[in-house]
């Protein structure tokens, strides 16, 4: 992946851009969402606090001869802020659910909390959900198995990768994956490129049977 | 005119009868084995003409043509390239035999190419036509013939049509004058038709049966003839008597007799005993149902109502209690049923035995095959004709439409002051219409809302109202209020939110929403508005009930010495933790719901983290309100405690400690804070060191109900008529496909595909709503979805009277569904043109054995005062009904042997051969009488 800029605010001061896609962290405190971020817009690694609301930062990318506006949504983990994080669902292209391979309760909280939270609050039907176990640099605390990720994925059918924040390991293709599959659904991207209007009926009509011609 | 041959002399008047006075049976009727009798025949009939031979051709041709001078005048300008014709009669038959020779030579499947239509209602059958003319008549032949050649000879056959039918051949000729010219044919110009057909495919060999029409159409009166090969003929007549039957005819003894008589003559004749072939196909249609009579019944059965109570007695209808009846009565789109019984082949050899035929039970008939009778309405596309949730929609998109005309909803009802409140567009129904509207949404005995939501799965993907719920209500209420224009909905609004107001300021209960601490983000904003405010009044109540008891918290909390170091607002110990500093038990606070907010108000936090970015401080203030508040009331309850002990508490995951290996609490705890929340700088200190002590009661509210509320009530009575219509369209969809499909209908498999295909459709259209996109291309969209919501409707309450009709017969019911969904399919496409169906539904099912009690349940014995109406004469009673429609077969066949007949017969030897074979058709007094006679000559 090719990252030109990485800049944080005033999105609107680049409309050089073939699509904006909003993506969105959610997950457990703890397991390094922002982290995750940090890493993959500023290249570092640091202690941050827990975050508290909600935190984006801005990316411009190249990606299969797109230019690409990626806009990161970084959201608190901690359980008192749930019902406030869903205002940042909306519009999402992607969701990644991050969990910590080192501590199972944040895999199982995946299926128990956040899924159920991706399917109330986010408002596009097509977004595109990615799995991914964070810290697999501590391989020796490891409790979650990567065939476990493997199976939860395919059955909430979503991508999967394991990563690390503090090594960067796999931290720009969990990106990228995700970005090339948003690319790769249409629905999504008439959503992204703006002024894009859209007439479902002439698009697909879920209805299968073809109207038989008329007479009278 | 003479008497029928085969039927008695009918009583004065006579009925126009065909055939000359002369009994024809001596020959046309005679048997094979017979073949001394003299040929010559004293009618001028049938097959003397067909037979005739050219020498008296000049005489007959007159009948044929009008006029000789025309004829002659024709002949001169006619074909001279073939001299060697002499008058014009041979040249039609000429001209007959270049047509069917090239039609012979075509066969089925290059005739199909060349265009060949198929009959209308039967799939299997092609018909070519032609148009010849002889002097100054237009004739029309026409072939009729089968795609593929039909198997086994089977009488009652769906697609058998009729001249097979009655006859019993496959393909076949018919000549008649074209229908246009309005010409009617008597006897000898039609026997005389008949002869130059029968001549000219004697001439290419054709074994084709020739049919040729007598007298009026009504009559169905026919001669015919076919050439079967070398040795046999067959002729053909039929005749109708289309009243005073004689009531010999009216049973099937009479029948059977009729029947012999056309070949037992005499006892030297043959022999006393023949065995004739019967079979038999009887029609049964229930009753109309009459609901109205049931229930004079049913009053009757209890005690007289006063004539004054009657008039204003809501009619009984069939579905008073299907789910959509709160909102409008359907037409019954099943207007009963047909049963065709059909007893097969039977051999009888004595006419009384007949009777019993006639008094055996329709439980002993051979197959049972039911059809319903299905209202024109199903198939009917032409606007107004169907009116149901549909039809409403469809205005209410037009009032989506014209929404956008004005800024505020007082526009719509202030701005005719100069129209006629009678035109339909802007009609407004009277006020004691809106009062009770309004009472039965406001009603308070609905209380506790108990709306379910949705199990559909495109249930959520719909941002409407959940079902029964109060913005629900209304909407439906809208769509039948008046005609649903735009000023009527206006009006209705303008009163349902006064309501809402007066509900807000006293404090009242809404009705129609359920008690919920949350909101639900999926359902439409007018939804989540009343949400909220159900919330906040329920708040103001306490608040006011606490505003009454408030004196005595005030005394309590000001008795206290020190403050800070009173225990104030725990909601209980911690189990087995221990404060860091103190050797206390860690208690939990009592802490503040997080504030609920609508979509709108996350729409705006989005919209504010966008614009500020992650300029610290700015977003997230909420986050920070509740965790200072949560801090503030740990603090109260736990006076001693620590930073430590409040991380430990609310976010365990950033205290990192020893294994606690033993479940005892020890003191002090072990651990430390993790490294991001022991940073420098770290933004949860910050926030700890700033929090005052203070339990939730003493605390500011983080929602502040009174200003929410309000912000509620305003937004109803300042919403954007578009944004108004908006949200009715996406929730009376929702609400009216809901109501829809709670119906029972048997669970009929494609009903439930295509109820979801419905959701899925909506889901899909309504979504664009959302996208605050133009409403030009959506309009048109939303009215297709109309379309689309009617098939389905109309489907559902079918599939609900079908189910409800045969509830003991689910297979049956399923099958019958299934069957006339597959007819309906075609229309079901999505553009907004109506597809007409020439196509009657006339599919059948096969009734099973276990079924055909539900079945006959269907047939209600008749009331006293039915039976009247009446004079039974048929027999055959299913449950006191006698058959709308009987047909009979009678037929007998002779085995051919090499010593009756011509050793060069076509017919293999040890086939039979059907020599007579009578079909009679229709009621007890409507007779219609086919009669084929094989003979050889
Ligand atoms: N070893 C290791 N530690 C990591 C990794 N990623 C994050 N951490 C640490 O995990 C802790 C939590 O990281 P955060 O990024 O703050 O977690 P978060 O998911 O944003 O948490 P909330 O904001 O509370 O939802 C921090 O102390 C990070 O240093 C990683 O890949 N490897
Ligand atoms: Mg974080």
Not at chain 2, 52 to 58: E, F, L, M, N, Y
Not at chain 2, 163 to 173: A, I
Not at chain 2, 368 to 390: C, R
Request: aromatic fraction near 10%.
């Amino acid at each position: 992946m090719d990252s030109s800029t990485a800049s944080s605010s005033h999105p609107q001061l680049q409309p050089d851009f073939d699509y904006l896609f909003k993506l969105l962290l959610i997950g457990d405190s703890g397991v390094g969402k922002s982290s995750l971020l940090l890493r993959f817009t500023a290249d570092s690694f640091e202690d941050l606090s827990p975050t508290i609301g909600v935190d984006f930062k801005v990316k411009m990318v190249n990606i299969a001869g797109k230019k690409l506006k990626l806009a990161v949504w970084d959201t608190a983990g901690q359980e008192r802020f749930r019902t406030l994080t869903s205002s940042y669902y909306r519009g999402a292209q992607g969701i990644i659910m991050v969990y910590d391979v080192t501590r199972r309760d944040t895999f199982t909280n995946l299926s128990d909390i956040w899924a159920k939270e991706i399917d109330l609050y986010s408002t596009n039907q097509d977004c595109i959900k990615m799995l991914v176990g964070n810290k697999v640099d501590k391989e020796s605390e490891r409790a979650v198995t990567k065939k476990e990720g493997i199976d939860f994925a395919r059955e909430y059918g979503c991508l999967f990768l394991e990563c690390s924040a503090k090594t960067k390991v796999n931290v720009e293709q969990c990106f990228e994956e995700l970005v090339l599959k948003i690319l790769d659904t249409p629905s999504l991207l008439a959503d992204a490129s703006s002024g894009a209007k859209k007439n479902i009926f002439k698009q697909k009509a879920p209805e299968a049977d073809a109207a038989a011609s008329g007479c009278c | 005119m003479g008497t029928s041959p085969y039927l008695p002399p009918p009583p004065p008047p006579p009925p126009p009868l065909r055939l000359p006075p002369t009994d024809p049976t001596r020959q046309t009727g005679k048997l094979p084995r017979d073949p001394t009798s003299s040929p010559a025949s004293p009618r001028e009939g049938i097959a003397d003409a067909a037979m005739a031979s050219t020498s008296s051709k000049h005489a007959k041709h007159r009948r044929i043509g009008e006029d000789d001078d025309e004829e002659e005048a024709e002949e001169e300008l006619g074909r001279f390239d073939d001299f060697t014709i002499a008058s014009s009669w041979e040249r039609f038959i000429s001209e007959i035999e270049a047509i069917c020779r090239q039609w012979l030579a075509d066969g089925p499947k290059i005739l199909m190419q060349k265009g060949a239509e198929t009959v209308p209602s039967y799939e299997n059958l092609y018909i070519v036509k032609r148009e010849l003319k002889h002097g100054k008549r237009v004739y029309c032949m026409e072939y009729n013939f089968r795609k593929s050649a039909k198997g086994k000879y089977s009488y009652w056959d769906d697609d058998i049509h009729s001249t097979e039918l009655s006859f019993g051949v496959d393909e076949f000729l018919i000549i008649s004058p074209l229908s246009a010219s309005g010409v009617i044919l008597d006897d000898p110009e039609s026997t005389k038709l008949l002869s130059s057909v029968a001549i000219a495919l004697s001439n290419c060999g054709s074994n084709w049966p020739a049919f040729v029409p007598v007298h009026d159409p009504s009559r169905k009166a026919y001669i015919g003839i076919q050439n079967m090969g070398t040795v046999f003929t067959r002729r053909f007549e039929a005749d109708r008597i289309g009243s005073q039957v004689p009531i010999r005819l009216m049973h099937l003894e009479g029948l059977h007799e009729l029947f012999l008589s056309k070949f037992v003559l005499s006892s030297t004749d043959f022999p006393a005993k023949v065995k004739v072939n019967f079979s038999m196909k009887l029609t049964y249609r229930t009753p109309e149902h009459d609901y109205d009579l049931e229930e004079t019944l049913d009053s009757e059965a209890t005690e007289p109502i006063p004539e004054s109570e009657v008039a204003s007695q809501p009619r009984k209808q069939w579905d008073d209690d299907c789910p959509w009846s709160e909102w409008y009565s359907a037409e019954d789109p099943v207007k009963g049923f047909e049963l065709t019984t059909i007893w097969g082949g039977k051999t009888f050899e004595e006419s009384f035995e007949m009777a019993e035929v006639e008094n055996a039970s329709s439980f002993d008939a051979d197959s049972w095959l039911l059809q319903p009778v299905v209202s024109p309405y199903m198939v009917d596309d032409s606007i107004g004709k169907f009116v149901g949730f549909a039809s409403q929609l469809h205005l209410l998109v037009n009032a989506f439409e014209s929404s956008a005309e004005a800024q505020f909803l007082e526009d719509f009802v202030a701005d005719n002051s100069g129209q006629d409140n009678s035109k339909s567009s802007v009609a407004v129904p009277p006020p004691t219409v809106i009062d009770r509207v309004m009472k039965d949404l406001f009603n308070d005995e609905v209380g506790n809302s108990n709306y379910v939501e949705a199990e559909n799965k495109y249930g959520r993907a719909l941002k409407g109202a959940p079902s029964d719920s109060l913005f629900a209500q209304f909407c439906l209420h809208a769509l039948w209020f008046g005609n649903c224009n735009i000023r009527a909905i206006a009006v209705l609004w303008i009163d349902f939110v006064r309501e809402i107001r007066w509900c807000w300021e006293e404090s009242e209960r809404l009705p129609r929403m359920k008690t919920t601490s949350s909101i639900d983000l999926s359902a439409c904003v007018i939804h989540q508005k009343l949400q909220m405010l159900a919330i906040c009044i329920e708040r103001k109540k306490s608040l006011n009930r606490e505003k009454d008891t408030g004196d005595v918290h005030k005394e309590r909390s000001s008795n206290s010495m020190a403050p800070n170091k009173i225990r104030k607002g725990s909601a209980g110990v911690v189990p087995s933790m221990m404060l860091i500093n103190t050797f206390q038990e860690m208690h939990a606070p009592y802490t503040q719901d997080a504030p609920l907010m609508t979509e709108d108000m996350h729409e705006e936090r989005l919209q504010a983290a966008e614009a500020f970015g992650n300029a610290v401080g700015l977003s997230g203030q909420l986050e920070r309100d509740i965790l200072s508040s949560d801090m503030s009331a740990f603090k109260a309850a736990n006076p001693d405690s620590a930073f430590e002990d409040f991380i430990r508490w609310h976010s365990p995951g950033d205290w990192v400690g020893e294994d606690k290996s033993d479940g005892s609490p020890a003191w002090p705890p072990k651990g430390k804070l993790s490294q991001r929340m022991s940073e420098h700088g770290n933004m949860w200190r910050k926030i700890w060191n700033d929090a005052p002590a203070l339990p939730v009661c003493e605390q500011k509210s983080l929602l502040d109900s009174i200003r929410e509320g309000e912000k509620v009530v305003h937004y109803l009575e300042t919403l954007r008529p578009q944004q108004l219509l908006e949200q009715m369209v996406c929730t009376a969809f929702k609400s009216s496909a809901d109501i829809l499909n709670r119906t029972t209908y048997g669970g009929f498999k494609l009903m439930k595909t295509k109820m979801d295909q419905l959701y899925a459709t909506m889901a899909s259209t309504l979504k664009s709503l959302q996208g605050k996109s133009g409403t030009s291309d959506l309009a048109g969209d939303l009215k297709r979805l109309c379309q689309v919501f009617e098939h389905i409707e109309k489907l559902l309450i079918f599939a609900a009277s079908v189910h409800r009709k045969l509830a003991d017969a689910p297979r049956l019911a399923q099958s019958i569904f299934t069957d006339y969904f597959n007819y309906y399919l075609p229309k079901m496409g999505t553009s907004l043109e109506s597809i007409c169906y020439e196509k009657e539904f006339t599919t059948k099912e096969k009734v099973g054995m276990l079924e055909r009690e539900a079945v006959s349940s269907l047939f209600r014995p008749p009331t006293a005062n039915q039976s009247w109406r009446k004079v039974l004469s048929m027999g055959n009673l299913l449950n006191g009904h006698e058959p709308i429609q009987r047909e009979i077969v009678f037929s007998v066949l002779e085995k051919l042997s090499n010593g009756h007949y011509s050793s060069q017969t076509p017919l293999c030897t040890d086939e039979q051969i059907e020599t007579h074979r009578m079909y009679i058709s229709g009621t007890s007094n409507d007779l219609w009488v086919a009669l084929s006679v094989t003979s050889w000559d």
